[in-house]
């Protein structure tokens, strides 16, 4: 079977998977980012599918695909917002602490290890896919969107952040967090696999999708939080985009 798994960006996430729920740990930035990315996808998932927020179980009957989800930290509010989750990951020591976190919690998460084109080739549907912070470690973009555009079901909802490439984010992912801060370890991100807002626009159409909307995702060093921007795209960003 075709698979756009890098192994050694496998390895590099499988030597953490230990750390996936210390907020003070290795994933100490996505703990900090994850309010903010749980803003948009909710959002945009509510948008979509016509859901209020504000309802118990607002998600109730939507099946979501967390793919790259790690340790849950997605994967779980998607639970407890009612819908049906499967949480998929490459690396196989990130499955049993997602598994023991999840029941831990008292939430019922289908977590697996494998991938988009095995579970793709396998015929799974779903409503959204959740497809965050993973293209940059693919070692196939293109080939990538196309199994995560087959998951999708006629009306469905991809949501997919990443990195820019340009001096800004090789000075904040790579020096900032990796070199000086020591957030993740050196070498987490290779900055030349890191896509423009534009280039990623263009890849998912050709994957057979429809982009609707992107956002940037911005650090405040000041305030030491997170906020989505319509402008400022130039680090970390997130899109959407449908399956007409």
């Keep these: 079977m075709i698979t756009t798994i890098d192994p050694g960006e496998v390895a590099k996430f499988e030597a953490m998977a230990a750390e996936w729920w210390d907020p003070s740990g290795k994933f100490k930035p996505l703990h900090q980012m994850n309010p903010c990315r749980l803003h948009y996808i909710t959002s945009q998932i509510s948008a979509e599918f016509d ?26 509010p998607m639970a407890r917002l009612g819908a049906e989750v499967v949480g998929a990951d490459a690396a196989p020591r990130n499955i049993p602490v997602a598994q ?18 095995a579970l793709a080739e396998a015929g799974e549907q779903f409503d959204v896919v959740l497809n965050m912070e993973v293209v940059e470690h693919v070692a196939d973009p293109l080939a990538y969107l196309t199994a995560c555009q087959t998951l999708l079901k006629p009306g ?13 984010s090789f000075a904040m992912a790579i020096v900032g967090a990796e070199w000086v801060m ?27 999708l429809d982009p609707v909307d992107r956002k940037g995702m911005v650090f405040n ?20 985009s449908v399956k007409r």
Aim: include cysteine; proline fraction near 5%.
């Design 221 to 240: 060093p000041v305030s030491w939080n997170w906020s989505l921007s319509a402008r400022d795209l130039s680090v970390n960003y997130v899109t959407a």
């Design 156 to 168: 469905g909802l991809m949501i997919c952040s990443t990195l820019n490439r340009n001096a800004k």
């Design 100 to 117: 023991l976190h999840a029941e831990q919690s008292g939430l019922t998460i289908d977590y697996r290890n494998t991938t988009a084109e």
């Design 182 to 208: 020591r957030w993740l370890p050196k070498g987490t991100h290779d900055w030349a696999k890191f896509i423009t807002p534009d280039e990623l626009y263009e890849l998912i159409r050709r994957a057979g």
């Design 51 to 76: 859901r209020n927020l504000t309802q118990p179980l607002p998600f109730a009957g939507l099946r979501i695909l967390d793919i790259g989800c790690g340790g849950g930290l997605l994967s779980e």
